[in-house]
């Protein structure tokens, strides 16, 4: 089966962390020896942000309850590469005043 895409628009307040995945080894001295623990280090995760109209929310949360937190899936921060990425295992959902919404979660870049 073909992975699925996010499609909606996040917020300009969502915001990227850069991950290097490094195993450290400490030795007397200060001295230390580094080395990546994966073929592909640098690993991004995202704080993402999306406000609207409750019909739009209710259709994002259907998708990531269809993921189940399991599976992965792809999504284009605006204006960089397409990533690959599951979401956490949780989302917050705020309402705002009237039928408007805010839905909060962390996409986490994965290799597969």
Not at 79 to 94: I, M, P, Q, W
Request: glycine share 8%; proline share 4%; net charge positive.
């Amino acid at each position: 089966m073909s992975k699925q895409t996010f499609k909606w628009r996040v917020t300009s307040e969502s915001a990227a962390e850069h991950n290097f995945d490094v195993r450290t080894v400490q030795f007397g001295g200060g001295y230390e020896q580094r080395q990546p623990k994966l073929l592909r280090p640098k690993l991004q995760s995202w704080d993402v942000k999306i406000v609207g109209l409750r019909a739009e929310i209710d259709e994002i949360k259907a998708f990531l309850d269809a993921r189940r937190g399991v599976e992965s899936f792809y999504w284009q921060p605006q204006g960089r590469e397409r990533l690959l990425v599951a979401v956490s295992d949780k989302y917050t959902e705020t309402p705002l005043g009237g039928k408007v919404y805010s839905l909060a979660f962390k996409f986490r870049e994965v290799l597969a």
